[in-house]
């Protein structure tokens, strides 16, 4: 895949952390650092673990040829990932759960972590298809950690001067992007039907 | 006049939700659109209470109870309690909307919770425990009974658009109050 097919499907996964980091950011009157840093770390840390679980056992599957047509399969599994995050994303766009608002003392771990690894099965699914079709580690590892950090880190700002009232309009959007990248990615490496 | 302190901000984004709930329920109205209103940036907010519900605690107290107090203080109940809904009835589209929050931050729980302790605090609590036969009747028990009483009446007057006058439904209901149960069979 191109570095901007695997920046945006990264970029999908982090949208949801965005949301999740959202709601936490508007229950708080102010940002405490450290416990900022601490999120930060955990939800890059738990991206890169699930990504490359995913990834090395798609790898491993290949190199020793357990799977047919790897690289076909591989774009496939990215198309069918955008398009899952995509309904998953219109689904709580729809859902507009009610959300209390409500002052926390701070962001405590124990309550957005749940959400963090629900997500993170599409990371493993998306590492998966990375594996098949031989996207550079570094790279990957690099775009994972700088995605999720900013995800929390605008997740929880937005949340803190704005509430949640923009949550809607990033899961459309979101939603929006993936799909028409899940589109390309079938058009261009499953069909060939461009470039 | 200036508005100034913690105080004078409580008081900024008590009138910002209540201009808010002219037009929507209390429930729909965010933190952010109250603090948009009032010309704050939103974490303020949270410097002065927990969630709007409490601010809407804030509203009563201090709007409804506290003024009523120093007239209840010195016996002069009926004054308190023409106060209270007088000044409810001056705020009719607010205090109906918020009549219709339910649930843990009810405004029934509100009021429920304030008339229990405005009875506690003006209770003969020698005279209850002394006029109650058993122990397990105590101040709190009695003043629940009374509050839960006084809820109601405000839950009903407030539901059905507060069309009775507030001074002739304190009159009716201080009347009631005072009219022992049997009496009525």
Same mark, same amino acid.
Request: aromatic share 16%; no cysteine.
């Given at each position: 895949m191109s570095w901007i097919e695997n920046i945006l499907i990264i970029l999908g996964i982090s949208l949801d952390t965005y949301a999740t980091m959202e709601v936490e950011g508007a229950m708080l009157a102010e940002v405490k650092k450290k416990q900022l840093v601490i999120t930060c770390a955990l939800v890059a840390l738990l991206q890169l673990i699930f990504y490359f679980g995913g990834y090395f056992i798609c790898f491993e599957l290949d190199k020793h040829e357990l799977i047919p047509r790897s690289l076909d399969i591989g774009y496939i599994v990215a198309a069918v990932v955008f398009a899952m995050l995509g309904i998953r994303l219109i689904v709580k766009a729809i859902k507009r759960e009610i959300v209390h608002e409500k002052r926390k003392d701070g962001l405590k771990v124990r309550e957005y972590i749940k959400i963090v690894v629900v997500t993170s099965f599409y990371t493993l699914v998306a590492g998966g298809a990375c594996g098949l079709v031989e996207t550079s580690v570094a790279m990957m590892a690099v775009v994972i950690i700088v995605l999720s950090i900013l995800a929390v880190i605008a997740g929880i700002y937005t949340g803190l001067h704005f509430?949640?009232?923009t949550k809607t309009g990033t899961y459309v959007i979101g939603a929006i992007v993936l799909w028409i990248v899940g589109v390309e990615v079938l058009l261009v490496h499953v069909f060939g039907m461009i470039g | 006049m200036t508005i100034q302190g913690k105080n004078g901000i409580d008081v900024i984004l008590a009138e910002s939700l209540k201009e808010l709930s002219e037009s929507r329920p209390i429930d729909k109205i965010t933190i952010k659109e109250i603090t948009d209103k009032a010309g704050v940036i939103r974490p303020t907010f949270y410097n002065h209470f927990q969630d709007k519900y409490e601010l809407l605690e804030w509203i009563v107290r201090e709007e409804l109870v506290n003024p009523a107090l120093p007239l209840i203080d010195n016996g002069l109940v009926k004054e308190g309690l023409t106060f209270i809904f007088t000044a409810m009835e001056k705020e009719k589209t607010f205090y109906t909307r918020a009549a219709k929050i339910e649930g843990q931050n009810s405004f029934a729980e509100m009021i429920f919770i304030c008339a229990k302790e405005m009875i506690l605090g003006h209770m003969n609590v020698e005279e209850v425990q002394a006029k109650g036969?058993?122990?397990? +009747?105590?101040p709190d028990l009695v003043a629940e009974y009374y509050a839960k009483s006084l809820c109601v009446v405000v839950m009903r007057w407030v539901e059905s658009?507060?069309? +009775?006058p507030a001074n002739e439904f304190v009159d009716v209901f201080m009347s009631l109050a005072k009219e022992p149960l049997f009496g009525l069979f």
């Open positions: 509430g949640i009232e | 036969k058993y122990s397990w +009747v105590t658009g507060m069309k +009775v």
